[in-house]
């Protein structure tokens, strides 16, 4: 069920996650900036000490600014579709809070099933987001929407099933020579709770449609 604590923990971890890359992020963009790889002592204490020689990495830090903007606008969009998740999982939950009610009558109970719906659409809207002409959550395959649901609500029941036609993968950009940081998340896994792609969601995740 997407009422269940359990999601929204997860994707408050994954939150969590994308943020500590883009700090991480932000000190490559900084140094790329500055053709320094130290401009504080925390950057690196032990090679501090030498901050005064003369340094040759801005041509190849230069070389990499692109990639850098580029994963800097992949982890927007995925952090954004992380924070509509959230928000719609827990109006859901809300909802079946309100629908567990026996107090309900029919009209009640057809007006949460059609915003239950609406939120259906939103949650799938959300795992198709893209930007800059890539699919947030499609991995390699991001010139295609990665979820595609059939049949509809009939009577606000059952929900269309959704599956998962992208790729798994997690891009990654190099952000320095010989290091690269991983800007994308699989939307298998966020959204199916499928991490394995055995095709049903792993212990202690849920399909969130």
Do not use: C, W, Y
């Not at 269940?4 to 939150?15: A, F, G, S």
């Amino acid at each position: 069920m997407i009422t269940r604590v359990t999601n929204l923990m997860l994707q408050r971890q994954m939150l969590f996650d994308v943020n500590r890359t883009r700090l991480r992020l932000a000190r490559v963009q900084e140094q790329a900036a500055t053709g320094l790889r130290i401009n504080r002592p925390s950057d690196d204490p032990a090679g501090a000490g030498e901050a005064g020689s003369p340094r040759s990495r801005l041509d190849a830090t230069v070389q990499l600014r692109d990639n850098l903007g580029q994963a800097d606008v992949r982890l927007r969009a995925t952090e954004t579709a992380l924070f509509q998740t959230k928000d719609v999982l827990l109006r859901a939950r809300e909802l079946a809070i309100q629908g567990a009610n026996d107090t309900l009558d029919a009209g009640a109970r057809l007006q949460i099933a059609r915003e239950i719906e609406t939120l259906h659409g939103q949650l799938l809207a959300t795992a198709n987001s893209h930007t800059a002409g890539a699919h947030v959550f499609a991995g390699f395959a991001s010139g295609a929407a990665p979820f595609s649901a059939s049949g509809p609500f009939v009577d606000g029941f059952p929900a269309p099933t959704v599956t998962f036609v992208g790729d798994p993968s997690e891009v990654e950009v190099e952000i320095e020579s010989g290091v690269r940081l991983p800007v994308t998340l699989d939307g298998q896994r966020v959204f199916l709770g499928d991490g394995d792609g055995n095709g049903s969601p792993d212990a202690g995740r849920e399909d969130l449609f």
